[in-house]
Nanobody, 123 residues
Framework: VQLQASGGGLVQAGGSLRLSCAAS????????MGWFRQAPGKEREFVAT????????YYADSVKGRFTISRDNAKNTVYLQMNSLEPEDTAVYYC?????????????????WGKGTQVTVSS
């Protein structure tokens, strides 16, 4: 599976962005998917994950209630809708494929990573 994230950009605090992660390969629907981010000088951190069926989601506390992860298996794409953005959300965002939402949220067993997309939130 090859992954390509897109949709990043510059937005003012309080604004919204929607990230997309397009996957190649016919096995996309068998993977749980996750979004991660890495801010300058910080370690990469978990943001959100979704089960292979799309019925179960889990979020980091820092984004709960503001971000929504979803997927369209027919389009081999996973999304991250980001609302009420804050300057602290500024980071490079990455998507990844893994076995389960539990392992993804623990940043373990991540089989495939996409190149990141930059999100910058100005105050």
């Amino acid at each position: 599976v090859q992954l390509q994230a897109s949709g990043g950009g510059l937005v003012q605090a309080g604004g919204s962005l929607r990230l997309s992660c397009a996957a190649s390969g016919r096995t996309f629907s068998s993977y749980a998917m996750g979004w991660f981010r890495q801010a300058p000088g910080k370690e990469r951190e978990f943001v959100a994950t979704i089960s292979w069926s799309g019925t179960i989601t889990y979020y980091a506390d820092s984004v709960k209630g503001r971000f929504t992860i979803s997927r369209d298996n027919a389009k081999n794409t996973v999304y991250l809708q980001m609302n009420s953005l804050e300057p602290e959300d500024t980071a490079v965002y990455y998507c990844a494929a893994g076995t389960t939402i539990i392992t993804i949220s623990a940043m373990q067993g991540l089989d495939y990573w996409g190149k990141g997309t930059q999100v910058t939130v100005s105050s």
